[in-house]
């Protein structure tokens, strides 16, 4: 290749095309190609015309004619004007060579340069034929090269001859290679093989991309550069082979690499090293993240202008400091219009022969990331300081969050829903959210009830909101929960009710309460076919203890009362305060004759209590069964005239009212 740089530097760099040099110059008969009808410009002349004409530096546009005798001169222009006239594709003509110079046989032809019609005049010495120094010249140079190389008949196509590198590149003995046709080892189909043999010999295509088969079957790429050699009076091709697949798989590959980190969505860079850093390599990524319009606005701004800190760059330098440590950090970095961006930065160091340092590396852009990052950050600080439970599991019941309140109150839970579920509820709960919950908000979008969680101090009421998630496609996404303590809230609603429902100060049933309890208690008795009775009583000559005590003592009698009777009653039985120092008893499944009993228990309890500092109290009981269909203001009214009696009997008694059917039998006072 060195040869073609030599050939180049007199011509056309630009135009001039390597393989056709290359061929050319190893031609040892003097070839040029002038300008047609441009009075003999010269395009090229390779290295043996050179030394014929005497030509040195750039050849192109010096006009032949002024370079040749006279009688030269008149050869050329009347070999000229034949091909014009006579409209011939080539002419041959006597060519006397000028002084020391051997006469010669010119052939100047029809050809095409750089895409130009132009004439092509080689020179072949007259004595060539008969000369045998020039052709063991030639035969020297075909055999010791080392290039392959091919010598073809362009009749028929068939190898006259291949040099050593030949033999051993196609992997045929010399003599069988000879016996062989170029179509017998070129893959191309043979009509265009011969097609292109006539290109090469008419000089129309010098360089081919053919594929050829080596003995050993294997096919390989080459690069075939080809033209005709006259050679002891025959014409020949001769072809010089360039094994290029290793070349082409390499320039596959290369495009292949290319490809990748021109489409690939990280920046790809290389910069030079120091303050004036800039970039010398980038793929459009880094464009798109440094928001460049160009490669020459990329290339022209300083590296360190992308810095949003100085003190970020001086670190990550700093660091980048070994060759062949690979560095990767997250940077604040500006673009070209000043937008900060968080980047993912990645880069190593290299050291040039000549001591330079230059750096390569790979830029993310990871802002959308960050800003997702921060969002998730914030979200789980919030989740993190409320006091509710929050979880959320995946489509497959994973449970991929548990916020701060959840992990204290619960422990680490096992990964899988189900397990974590069966794990954090009891065993209702559990059962209520698989078959109810997250069936429901599968199918509503959420679920909201009232379940509890396990604790190490035991089971907690929670208020429970399920909410099920679905994608795009409408498939389930995740499940998440939240859960809220209402074990105070539940305590106030407890608290609530007791005061709404009891007495304060003996704590027993208040009067609504109670008439709330004896309709229910009516109906299951009647459902039940039970007896259902009710006491009345009250404390004798209490106005005495507060008159002589205080009230304060009497309020303590009051509420020793409802203790002492309260311990010697059924869980079933209700205890109400029925109104000053009155009360009511309500007992259900209690016949007549068990309800007198009991209340005769209960003055006894009440006669031997001591109620300090007031000696002697006692009660009065009236007792009845309450009539299946007795209105309960006449039961009340039984109940009150069996007491007015116990008190008119003396006091500290029991008295059973009259029977329900004898008052009902009873004719109305007019
Ligand atoms: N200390 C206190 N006294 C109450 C309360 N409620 C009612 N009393 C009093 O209870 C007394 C009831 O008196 P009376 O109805 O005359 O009956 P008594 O003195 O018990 O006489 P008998 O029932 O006939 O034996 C009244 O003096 C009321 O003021 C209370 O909550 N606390």
């Known amino acids: 290749m060195q040869g073609n740089r030599a050939v180049n530097e007199g011509n056309s760099a630009a135009s001039f095309d390597d393989d056709l040099g290359c061929l050319l110059h190893e031609l040892p008969l003097p070839v040029l190609v002038v300008r047609a009808r441009q009075g003999w410009r010269l395009l090229y002349a390779n290295d043996a015309a050179r030394c014929h004409f005497g030509l040195v530096g750039r050849v192109v546009e010096q006009d032949l004619l002024q370079l040749v005798g006279d009688s030269e001169r008149q050869a050329l222009e009347a070999g000229a004007s034949a091909l014009i006239q006579a409209d011939l594709t080539e002419t041959k003509f006597a060519y006397r060579g000028g002084s020391g110079k051997p006469p010669c046989e010119a052939v100047l032809r029809r050809a095409t340069w750089q895409r130009q019609p132009a004439w092509q005049l080689t020179l072949i010495p007259q004595q060539d034929a008969a000369c045998p120094g020039r052709a063991s010249f030639y035969e020297q140079m075909f055999n010791t090269n080392p290039a392959v190389k091919l010598l073809i008949d362009p009749v028929d196509g068939g190898i006259v001859d291949a040099n050593d590198s030949a033999v051993a590149f196609y992997g045929y003995p010399l003599d069988v290679l000879k016996q062989l046709n170029i179509t017998d080892i070129n893959c191309m189909d043979p009509d265009e093989v011969r097609a292109g043999m006539a290109k090469a010999e008419s000089c129309q295509q010098l360089f081919f991309e053919f594929r050829h088969r080596l003995a050993n079957g294997e096919i390989r790429d080459v690069h075939v550069y080809s033209g005709p050699v006259l050679l002891n009076g025959h014409e020949y091709l001769h072809s010089i082979i360039v094994d290029v697949t290793d070349e082409k798989r390499y320039y596959a590959q290369l495009e292949a690499y290319n490809s990748l980190f021109h489409n690939l969505p990280v920046g790809i860079y290389r910069h030079t090293a120091g303050p004036r850093g800039h970039f010398t390599a980038a793929n459009p990524a880094m464009l798109r993240i440094f928001e460049a319009d160009s490669y020459p606005a990329l290339f022209a701004a300083r590296v360190s202008s992308f810095y949003a800190c100085p003190k970020q760059i001086r670190a990550f330098m700093a660091d980048l400091k070994r060759d062949g440590a690979v560095v990767r950090r997250p940077l604040r970095l500006r673009t070209m219009k000043g937008r900060l961006i968080h980047a993912e930065v990645t880069a190593y160091r290299q050291t040039e022969a000549d001591g330079t340092a230059e750096f390569s590396g790979i830029v993310e852009d990871v802002t959308a990331q960050h800003a997702a990052q921060l969002n998730q950050d914030r979200l789980t600080h919030l989740l993190d300081a409320s006091p509710d439970i929050v979880a959320i599991a995946d489509a497959e019941q994973r449970v991929a969050y548990i916020n701060k309140a959840g992990r204290e109150l619960l422990g680490a839970l096992p990964e899988a829903l189900p397990d974590a579920l069966a794990t954090a509820h009891p065993l209702w709960a559990c059962r209520l959210i698989q078959e109810q919950g997250i069936p429901y908000a599968l199918e509503h979008g959420h679920w909201y009830a009232e379940t509890a969680v396990r604790t190490c101090d035991g089971e907690i009421p929670v208020s429970q909101l399920i909410v099920a998630r679905r994608d795009e496609n409408g498939v389930l996404d995740s499940i998440a929960t939240i859960m809220r303590d209402i074990s105070q809230a539940k305590r106030y609603q407890a608290e609530l009710e007791y005061h709404a429902g009891h ?168």
């Open 503 to 670: 007495d304060p100060l003996t704590g027993a049933v208040n009067r609504n309460r109670f008439i709330d309890l004896l309709t229910r208690e009516r109906q299951k008795a009647h459902r039940e076919s039970k007896p259902l009775s009710l006491v009345m009583f009250d404390i004798d000559r209490f106005k005495h203890v507060n008159d002589s005590f205080g009230h304060s003592v009497g309020d303590m009698v009051l509420s020793k009362l409802v203790r002492t009777c309260g311990a010697l009653l059924r869980e079933v039985d209700v205890l109400a305060r029925w109104g000053g120092e009155e009360f009511m008893l309500l007992l259900p499944d209690t016949p007549l004759a068990g309800a007198v009993t009991l209340a005769e228990r209960l003055r006894r309890a009440v006669e031997k209590e001591n109620f300090s500092p007031v000696p002697g109290i006692t009660s009065s009981f009236g007792v009845a069964e309450l009539g299946p269909d007795e209105p309960e203001s006449q039961c009340y009214k039984r109940l009150d005239e069996a007491l007015y009696r116990a008190k008119d009997e003396g006091r500290n008694r029991v008295c059973m009212a009259e029977s329900a059917e004898d008052v009902a039998e009873q004719p109305k006072a007019r």
